[in-house]
């Protein structure tokens, strides 16, 4: 499949990345350029939700309203949060865990996060391009969507493990590079409870659930992105799937526009 491609397009070279990083934007500049080589061999573009569709008709601050109906494309808008990520990462302030399952009894997984500029994080999850909106398109096109981008922040992953200590990071690695590898809103539904109400009416999903939280633009003050890796079992290190009330994720991100 074009998307499987797209990822591998983007998995990082076999150089080693040593630790404490500096911020050296002009790296974080080329690896973005080279994203965007790389996006250019996509075979297909990203559909937008029809503005028609996409409805902030009740959003208060109405430029903000129309920098969401008029979004970078979503090859783009992938090249700039990973880029912002790497930068992130460069400087420090990215962040990682290892988490140990409960209801996945004897698996782990990692977790990462990076902060993103108000608007990236705006045009992420509230714009029309971006990955609320393309898992509103259809279910199919969200799942490519999240992987396409965490196909792309894996140089960012990388170099968040490698501050790991030693003989943690291949496990961070492997995790992060599993097929049910995910990204989601920091801080999960803090955000979204934090938003106005009445502001974020997308069509379908207004009318599956009007009082939804997930008819919420979020914004947080310290806006940011989450990583989860896939679970991997402790014994074999075999990829997992997920079997918790989470199970069923991508579905009803597609269903409700939350999860």
């Not at 996409?54 to 090859?75: C, N, V």
């Not at 955000?191 to 379908?204: H, M, N, V």
């Amino acid at each position: 499949m074009v998307w499987l491609d797209f990822v591998e397009f983007l998995r990082p070279s076999t150089e080693a990345i040593s630790c404490p990083y500096r911020p050296i934007l002009t790296r974080a500049v080329a690896i973005a350029v080279a994203n965007r080589i790389r996006l250019e061999k996509v075979r297909f573009v990203m559909r937008m939700v029809d503005p028609a569709e996409w409805d902030l008709s009740g959003m208060t601050d109405r430029e903000r309203a129309a920098r969401l109906l008029d979004p970078l494309p979503g090859e783009d808008l992938i090249v700039s949060v990973a880029a912002e990520a790497l930068d992130a990462a460069i400087q420090g302030r990215g962040s990682w865990s290892w988490q140990d399952g409960r209801e996945m009894v004897g698996c782990g997984r990692s977790i990462a996060s990076f902060p993103l500029n108000r608007d990236t994080f705006d045009a992420l999850f509230n714009g029309r391009s971006g990955y609320r909106a393309q898992y509103y398109l259809s279910c199919q096109e969200g799942v490519n969507f999240n992987a396409m981008l965490i196909g792309a922040l894996l140089k960012a992953l990388r170099a968040v493990c490698d501050c790991a200590p030693a003989g943690q990071a291949a496990s961070l690695q492997h995790s992060f590079g599993g097929p049910y590898s995910k990204i989601w809103v920091l801080s999960d539904g803090g955000p979204f409870l934090a938003a106005p109400k009445g502001e974020f009416k997308p069509l379908r999903w207004f009318t599956n659930n009007p009082v939804s939280v997930g008819m919420r633009a979020p914004l947080a003050d310290l806006p940011g992105i989450e990583i989860k890796g896939s679970w991997v079992d402790k014994i074999d290190y075999q990829y997992r799937q997920d079997i918790t009330s989470k199970a069923d994720r991508h579905c009803t991100l597609s269903e409700t526009g939350f999860v």
